[in-house]
């Protein structure tokens, strides 16, 4: 059974950073694609960063520069280190896996199958 457990979520003033931890089980995060993704009350659910199995990562253009996903294969844990925040960035984080074979992976929701439950972000100005 997969499971992904996300933490470091809070509420952080604009400018601030925070660190996002997803634990895996159930999984071994060096064979799976992984990626953040982010849902806004009333928004649809969007890419943040993805990573593939060769450490090759994707983010989306509103984070460039200010996110980076990375993983501990040691420890089968993904993180989002995000600084920089924003009150756009305020949302609810999901982590995402996925084993299928992909050549590229991009930042399409449909293209994950194992979701956690999300920690939520809040960013004040």
């Known amino acids: 059974q997969v499971q992904l457990v996300e933490s470091g979520g809070g509420s952080v003033q604009a400018g601030g950073s925070l660190r996002l931890s997803c634990a895996a089980s159930?999984?071994?995060?060096?064979?799976?694609?992984m990626g953040w993704f982010r849902q806004a009350p009333g928004k649809e659910r969007e890419g943040v960063a993805t990573i593939d199995t060769y450490g090759r990562t994707n983010y989306a253009d509103s984070v460039k520069g200010r996110f980076t996903i990375s993983k501990d294969n040691a420890k089968n844990t993904l993180y989002l280190q995000m600084s920089s925040l924003k009150p756009e960035d305020t949302a609810m984080y999901y982590c995402?896996?996925?084993?299928?074979?992909?050549?590229?992976?991009?930042?399409?929701?449909?293209?994950?199958?194992?979701w956690g439950q999300g920690t939520q972000v809040t960013v004040s100005s």
């Open positions: 159930g999984i071994t995060i060096s064979s799976y694609y």
């Open positions: 995402a896996a996925d084993g299928r074979f992909k050549p590229w992976v991009g930042l399409d929701v449909a293209d994950f199958t194992h």
